[in-house]
């Protein structure tokens, strides 16, 4: 019984190695960061609920230690700096469709955007998260220029606001 060896030609290994290497450098080029995920869900969550939850215990474990405290004193009796509007939408009177979204990493953490319509018109709401020891952690919330509205930021509105 006769057995075959069968053995690449160097011009086969050239294109086996460089299709290899191509391959890893591709995956290199483009990483998937783990963590991306659990910051999109912890975004996903608070759409979930018809409103955000403004218990002390909540605003300490969802947000960064910057944005913590000005929304704590936002939320003080008589404080002049409360929220106007429901942060998840930018708007106080909402019937939002189409709830989309996405998240990307950038140097500081990662940004989970929001997009979706309300009443018609196309809106997105852009979430930056930075990562502790604790978790993933909202840093800021904001919202491009559309259409009349402003662009904004909501520690930029918290800070502004204070007495």
Known sequence: MST???VPSANTAR???AAALAG????????????LPAAEALVR?????????????????????DLAAALLKAMEPNSPSGLPFDMRYGD????????????TATPEGATVSASFKNDGMAHR???RLIQT?????????TAPEEGDSP????????RTSRP
Do not use: H, K, M
């Not at 969550?45 to 230690?65: F, I, K, N, T």
């Not at 020891?133 to 919330?141: E, K, P, Q, S, T």
């Not at 662009?151 to 918290?158: I, K, N, Q």
């Open 4 to 6: 075959a060896t069968c």
């Open 45 to 65: 969550e608070l759409y979930l609920a018809p409103a955000p939850d403004a218990s002390r215990e909540a605003v300490q474990r969802l947000y960064a230690p």
């Open 92 to 103: 106080d009177n909402w019937i939002a469709t189409d709830l989309a979204f996405s998240a």
């Open 24 to 35: 890893l450098l591709l995956a290199a080029a483009a990483p998937v960061d783990p963590g």
């Open 125 to 127: 709401i852009d979430w």
């Open 133 to 141: 020891a604790a978790g993933w952690r909202i840093a800021d919330v």
């Open 151 to 158: 662009a904004w930021s909501l520690l930029d509105l918290l």
């Open 15 to 17: 294109r086996l190695f």
